[in-house]
C-alpha cells in the first residue's frame, strides 16, 4: 500500500486555506460532490504539486440490502479517474432501504446508518463489496462508521465483523478513530479491543474528526476540536502499527487556518507517541527472541516456528496471508479470533443459495429500522426507543441542513420560517430520491398549503420552483397535462 502521510478533507470553503497549509501531502473530496468534467480548480492546482487527491464516496450504500447500482459505481469510477486518485473509499453503511426487495416503499436516510453485525449482513456486504471491487478502476477501501443505535441480536464485535470482510474479500480498511470513540460512548465498546482485533496490515489510512457530547450521547459533528481521547486511540492504533496515511476530517464550523494546522500537529505528535510505543514493543520482543533462540538446542526449527504466534493473532493459530491472499490468522476451528464463519462453506464463502435470502432478511429489517427513523412508523423490536429517537431527530436536523445547502435560496425566502416548516414537513414526508428533490418536494408542500402568508414571499417561492420543478427550463419543457394543472392550481394561490 502506498504511504500517503498526513492529509486533510478538501472542502470548499476551505480550499484556500488547504492549498496554503505546509506539510499537506494529500487531501480527500466527498466523491458525490465534484463533477469529473469540471473539477475545482484548487483540486487541480493540488494535483499539479503532486498532492494526491481520494475520492471518498458517500452513497453506494455498500451495506445495503440492494447490490450497489451500477450508475453508482460507474459516477464513482469517473471520478476516480478523472483525479487520478490511487484508491477509492466508501463506508460499511446502509443509507437506503425498502423498494421491490421488500415490496415497501423506497426510503432514502440521507445519512449513514450502521448494519447489523450478523452473519446474514456479512454475506450481503462481502458479496456487494466485490461488486464494488470489480467495477471500479483502483483498490477499494471501506470505513467503519459512528452509530447512536445498536442492533439487536449481534453476533460479531466490530473488530470481528471487520476482520471477516477483509478476510473475505481482500478489501483495504479506511479506520475512523474519532468513530471508535463515538461507539466507545454510544454502545459501550471498547476502542481498545476493536484496534486489537482488525487485521492491521489490511489498514488503508485512518480518520480523524472531532464532535461534542449532549445528554450522555456523542456525536460525530465533523464541526468540533479532535478531542483528547480521539487522539488517544490514534496514538495505541500507531502503537499496534505504521498506517500508511492519516486525514483530519472538518465539515462544519471551519476555524482558522491556524486552528487546523495545529490540529494537524496534535495528529502527528500523537502518531509519533505511538511509534515510539511501537518501537519500544518491537524491542522487546527482539530482545525476548534472541534470548529463546539462545537457551534452546538447536533441532533444525527454530525457536520462533515453535513457539511464536502467525501475525495478526493469538497463541496457537495457523500461518497466515496478506489481504490480497485472503487468508489472516485464524484458530484451529478456521474462526478470526471469535465466533464467526460459522455458517461458511469452503474458502470462507457464503453456503450456496444462502444469498437470496439473506438478502431479503436483510432488507426488511433495515427497511422496519429506516421507516422507524423517517416515517414515523413504530420501534422495531428490540432496538433502545430512546436512542431511535435521538437517531431520527439528528437525521431530520441534518435533512434541513443539507436542504438549506442544496437549494440556499430557501432560507432567503422563507427566513426564519424555514427550518420549523421543513421539520414539520420531514415528519410525515419521508425522502425518497435525494437532497435536491427533496428541496423541490418540500417548496410544493408549502405552494400547495398556500404558504408561506407572505404573498411576495409565496409568489417568489413559486417563481423557485417552477424554474426547477422540470428537466428543462420553463421555456424550453414540452407541454404536459399533469404539469401543468399542477401549475394551474400553484399559480392560483
Known sequence: MERLGTGIGWRPEIADAVERMPGIDWVETVAENVCPGHLPESLLRLRERGVTVVPHGVS??????????????????????????PLVTEHIAFVRAGG???????????????VPRTRDALDVLCENVRIAQEALPVPLAVENIAALISWPGEEMTEGQFLYELADRTGVRLLI???NLHTNHVNRGEDPAKALAELPLEAIAYVHVAGGFERDGVWHDSHAHPVPRPVLDILTDLASRVSPPGVLLERDENFPEPAELEGELASI???LDAGAVERVKTELRSACGAVAVRGAEPRTGISATQREEPAAGGGGGLEGTRGVAGGVFARDGAGRPGGEVGATRGACGLPRPGDGGAARQRLGLAQAALLSALVAGTPVPEGF???????QARALAAKRADVVAKVAPEL???L????????????????????????ALTFAEHLLSEGRPEDTAAR??????????SGPAPRSRRPAHRLARATRRVLLRR
Open 100 to 114: 421491490t426487495l421488500t415490496a415497501s416503499p423506497r426510503l432514502e436516510a440521507g445519512h449513514l446508518l450502521p
Open 411 to 413: 432560507p432567503v425566502i
Open 268 to 270: 502527528r505528535r500523537a
Open 459 to 468: 409568489r417568489e417561492l413559486r417563481e423557485w420552483w417552477l424554474e426547477r
Open 415 to 438: 427566513g426564519a420560517e424555514y427550518r420549523t416548516a421543513f421539520l414539520a414537513y420531514a415528519q410525515t414526508r419521508p425522502m425518497t430520491d435525494g437532497y435536491r428533490r427533496d
Open 176 to 178: 475512523d478513530v474519532a
Open 384 to 390: 433502545d426507543r430512546a436512542r431511535v429517537g435521538v
Open 60 to 85: 453506494l450504500g455498500l451495506g445495503g440490502a440492494d447490490r450497489p447500482a451500477d450508475s453508482r459505481l460507474v459516477a464513482l469510477a469517473e471520478r476516480v479517474e478523472a483525479l487520478g486518485s
